[in-house]
């Protein structure tokens, strides 16, 4: 496995060495011996999500204020942009975000910490997400920053408006939505 640095340093790429031949192909997906050896983290994964999405669907930007999650992503059929906003106050990259093409041709994870806001946009015709987490689900903590918000202006590659959900419509934005100290 090869870690990729981001321009923010707790956000990480994680690509596998994949062993292809006429068959098809092999990867671990994950181990978790590889994964401290490569990233120095000791996490400790209690969830797995698996999510299917139509093209242009913009789920995010996701996060729970108590019980925060971080996350390591992957799309397994298709292609999304996934994206990690910084909503810890005193970290010297608040508000700035990463994003990163996650396919099932490239097979790259995503590893974002908690205290991240996390969201994706389906490129492809459909895609299909898995990801670990190192928390579990709690509705009652989850929050949603404004997918738009300028102040955070990400990059969306849009070809014609999301499709969003209601509880995404009502994102709050950076400016007054709830973080991290």
């Not at 321009?7 to 031949?21: A, C, N, Q, R």
């Not at 806001?117 to 389906?122: C, E, I, Q, Y």
């Not at 015709?125 to 102040?151: G, I, S």
Request: hydrophobic share 40%; charged share 20%.
């Amino acid at each position: 496995m090869n870690i990729l640095e981001t321009k923010i340093t707790d956000v990480l790429i994680l690509e596998p060495k994949v062993f292809s031949d006429d068959r098809g192909f092999f990867y671990e997906s994950y181990n978790e011996k590889a994964f401290i050896e490569k990233t120095g983290l000791m996490v400790n994964f209690v969830q797995d999500n698996h999510s299917r999405s139509a093209q242009n669907v913009l789920r995010g930007l996701h996060y729970q204020i108590q019980q925060p999650q971080g996350k390591l992503v992957r799309a397994i059929a298709g292609t999304i942009l996934d994206v990690a906003v910084d909503i810890r106050k005193s970290s010297p990259t608040f508000g700035q975000s990463v994003s990163c093409l996650l396919s099932a041709e490239n097979k790259r994870q995503l590893w974002i910490p908690a205290g991240f806001a996390h969201g994706f946009l389906v490129i492809s015709d459909a895609a299909e997400v898995l990801y670990k987490t190192t928390d579990y689900y709690a509705p009652q903590h989850e929050r949603c920053l404004l997918w738009n918000d300028p102040d955070i202006a990400i990059d969306w590659p849009l070809t014609a408006p999301p499709i969003l959900s209601d509880k995404d419509k009502a994102g709050q934005p950076l400016k007054t939505a709830q973080v991290f100290p």
